[in-house]
């Protein structure tokens, strides 16, 4: 298969742009899948379009209100039970293709192109309507397979058993989607057992999913909980220059996927039928004692000024404390992009020119932190190293393309510069790919501003060159002055300077001596 290349863009919004080298020409493409994909908006498949230009064609998908798959998963541990429910979820989409009269050989199973919404098991995959498939049906069923081991790196306990299980359904070649989604099934009803019999709740109010309980969705729904957790999406570029967002401290002690915060389990309902029971209870003696005692229409005029001015009090009162509540917990980031729920439409884009893709795209693209694809003979624990993804050619570049502006190679010592509140530090780069956000693992540098996202900037090293990309965060990132698209790598060379969560954020300049 030719090399697929990805870039980013804000033209409608967020998207990400695949083409390939050589290109994708028209007649490559299955005209029975343009028309389903044209005419239905499909489950768990990216909002689609694509356009076509001096004979290339270019995809484009929305991806705005999502944020890409490996950053949440590089944010949280992630259970069991929640491991095998994105698993079916994955199973689910590649099953509902078929449905559609789609083909899972077309999903692109890779990392870098699976994306989820505000829960974790909201899967959405890029689809490519190539004749030939983008994979053949044995390279399909190794990369699902890649997909399921390389997850089980942010899983804790890890179950080897029913990771056996799960790989043992590769045995025959072919995609065994049916037979996985059976075991997931299972695997999930018996995980939920477990996880209830050690915390004493009885079965009959378990709502555990039998192998058997109708549909996957259904399924997922049972086991589903509420995924609070403080992950960072995609940033609005209206923001940018204002007031950077706080959030709350990272909790020291972990938290699994779908464990609700003891703040918001604490938290009593309350419900505004008590302030107005409290109103009518007040202009009712209002009434009662200085109109009714003595009816006269000066009497009648300040009793209804009375109520209104209580009414106006009640009102700003109540007002005022969903504000406090609203500054002191925030229990759930909300998304910045508008989420798309159907697909893009065609009809402004059968033409488009050069000069409209040109300044929205990049020269480069950067890598992905990944774990190894290794696990032992037993399948019961799984390398918990990172590693790197070979990085993705670029959308425009051309074969003899290799400076990089203002890049220089990396031979020499660099190192970030840090100015924040008048003072200055110098932070050593010594990974190459070296993150910067507020969490305290994971990262280079743990970033204590307020407004930076967890995982907020990643600076690697591509082809000898740096390249810098913001990992889709909450209040976005400057870089020289202007905003980085979400993703999208950008080259960084000496002297250049970026502003995390505003231009009143920390300051990082690369250094070199």
């Given at each position: ?13 967020h ?31 990216l ?58 050989e ?6 870098q ?8 098991e ?10 030939t ?59 939920a ?16 999913v ?5 549909s ?37 002690t972990?938290?699994y ?13 309350r419900?505004p ?23 006269t ?16 009090s ?56 990944v ?40 031979g020499?010592?660099?190192?970030l510069?840090?100015?924040?509140n008048?003072?200055?530090?110098r ?16 990262v ?5 501003a ?7 900037l ?27 698209i ?11 300077q ?16």
């Open positions: 298969m030719e090399k697929l290349r990805i870039d980013f863009a804000m033209n409608r919004g998207e990400m742009l695949i083409d390939r080298k050589p290109p994708i020409e028209r007649h490559e493409l299955d005209e029975l899948e343009l028309n389903m994909l044209r005419q239905r908006s499909i489950p768990y498949l909002s689609w379009d694509w356009y076509e230009l001096d004979g290339k064609v270019t995809f484009r998908y929305a991806i705005n209100g999502s944020k890409l798959l490996l950053h949440r998963l590089q944010q949280d541990t992630l259970s069991m039970k929640h491991y095998y429910s994105l698993l079916l979820s994955l199973t689910d989409a590649l099953m509902e293709c078929k449905d559609y009269m789609l083909r899972p077309c999903c692109l199973l890779d990392d192109y699976i994306f989820v919404g505000e829960r974790l909201d899967i959405r995959l890029a689809y490519i309507p190539l004749k498939g983008i994979d053949s049906t044995s390279q399909a069923n190794n990369s699902l397979m890649n997909l399921i081991v390389r997850w089980t790196a942010y899983v804790e306990p890890l179950d080897g058993s029913g990771l056996k299980q799960l790989l043992h359904a590769f045995n025959a070649g072919n995609l065994p989607l049916t037979r996985l989604r059976d075991i997931l099934l299972k695997l999930i009803s018996k995980t057992g477990q996880a209830e019999q050690q915390a004493g709740i009885p079965e009959q109010q378990a709502g555990i039998g192998a058997g309980s109708g996957l969705r259904e399924a997922q729904a049972e086991l589903q909980t509420p995924i609070v957790s403080q992950s960072e999406h995609s940033l609005d570029a209206v923001r940018i220059s204002g007031p950077a967002r706080t959030e709350e401290d990272q909790e020291e972990p938290r996927w779908g464990e609700p915060e003891e703040e918001e389990q604490q938290r009593p309902a419900s039928w008590v302030a107005g029971a409290l109103y009518v209870l007040l202009a009712a003696l209002i009434w009662r004692f200085l109109y009714l005692s003595n009816p229409n000066q009497r009648m005029l300040l009793s209804l000024a009375l109520s209104l001015i209580l009414l106006a009640l009102v700003y009162l109540w007002r005022r404390r969903s504000q406090l509540l609203m500054t002191s917990a925030e229990p759930v980031d909300e998304e910045l992009f508008e989420l798309h729920s159907g697909p893009l439409p065609s009809s402004s884009w059968p033409s488009v020119n050069s000069s409209s893709i040109e300044p929205n795209t990049t020269d480069s693209i950067g890598t992905y932190s774990p190894p694809a290794r696990m032992d003979d037993s399948m019961s624990n799984a390398t918990r190293g990172r590693a790197m993804v070979p990085p993705t050619m670029l959308l425009g570049a051309s074969e003899t393309e290799g400076d990089e502006g203002d890049v220089k190679p990396v020499m010592t660099y190192w510069q840090r100015q924040w008048g003072k200055e530090e932070i050593e780069l010594k990974e190459d790919c070296f993150k910067i956000g507020r969490a305290n693992e994971g280079g540098y743990e970033e204590i307020e407004g930076v996202s967890r995982l907020h990643e600076i690697a090293i591509v082809e000898q060159h740096y390249q810098v990309k913001d990992l889709g965060s909450r209040n976005g990132s400057l870089l020289n002055g202007k905003l980085m979400p993703y999208k790598s950008y080259p960084f060379g000496e002297g250049d970026i502003h995390l969560a505003g231009d009143k954020g920390p300051m990082y300049e690369l250094k070199c001596g």
